[in-house]
């Protein structure tokens, strides 16, 4: 159990990870903050900016975890999963917010960069 | 200047970080992330709770700041320079997300911890 946030779930698929709703939330709050530090980095001034969840969910598609949801799962449903996935693997340690803002920063687009952070975030968790 | 988050400005007096509207942007985004972690904590479950601008406001009259803003500035206003000054603490390395989420699990209620955790953040920053 992660030494720093005990409450964080341990889960044992990767489904279960992108449906868990209370991740969900946090992750909502963890991703604003993400890419915030990453518009602020871009603009060279702090600011703060809400990913919206069209871009999430597109990023989720293009990480190839669409299958890993049930087929109909919605934008929403989509987004969610992908701000559970990326909070998930920060509180077990896996990616530091740091290198999230790093990585985010990169990419052509914003949907790359996403899809190129929860690639990672699903890699380093090692469930399937 | 701050290597990890080279946007960070550098203030040299307390009022012009509590007037700064872009780290107030940032901070709402910081502050909406360390508030839902600390609340994750204390219901033993991930979760996410934006914090109300009223107890922001409240929180900075109580740690005694309302002095160092103008006498018109409104509940907003205040709210925002509360959040301005917890991120730059944070972006400037005088506290981490972990002690700031510990210390907000702290005091008797809300407005009690963060009171506490921006006269930590204003001692720390060591302007006036």
Same mark, same amino acid.
């Given at each position: 159990?992660?030494?720093?946030?005990?409450?964080?779930? $341990?889960?044992?698929?990767?489904?279960?990870? +992108?449906? *868990?709703?209370?991740?969900?939330?946090?992750? *909502?709050?963890?991703?604003?903050?993400?890419?915030?530090?990453?518009?602020?980095?871009?603009?060279?001034?702090?600011?703060?900016?809400?990913?919206?969840?069209?871009?999430?969910?597109?990023?989720?598609?293009? &990480?190839?975890?669409?299958?890993?949801?049930?087929?109909?799962?919605?934008?929403?449903?989509? &987004?969610? &999963?992908?701000?559970? +996935?990326?909070?998930?693997?920060?509180?077990? *340690?896996? $990616? @530091?917010?740091?290198?999230?803002?790093?990585?985010?920063?990169?990419?052509?687009?914003? $949907?790359?960069?996403?899809?190129?952070?929860? @690639?990672? &975030?699903? *890699?380093? $968790?090692?469930?399937?």
């Amino acid at each position: 159990m992660p030494k720093k946030y005990p409450f964080a779930p $341990i889960h044992h698929t990767l489904t279960n990870v +992108l449906t *868990d709703h209370n991740l969900a939330q946090l992750g *909502d709050a963890y991703t604003n903050f993400v890419y915030s530090l990453a518009e602020s980095s871009l603009k060279h001034k702090p600011t703060g900016k809400k990913l919206k969840g069209a871009l999430l969910a597109q990023a989720l598609k293009k &990480a190839n975890l669409r299958k890993h949801l049930p087929s109909r799962t919605n934008t929403h449903a989509l &987004a969610d &999963a992908a701000e559970a +996935l990326l909070v998930y693997a920060w509180l077990h *340690d896996h $990616i @530091t917010l740091q290198e999230s803002v790093t990585t985010l920063q990169k990419g052509k687009n914003t $949907i790359e960069a996403l899809a190129q952070l929860l @690639t990672t &975030a699903k *890699d380093r $968790i090692k469930l399937s």
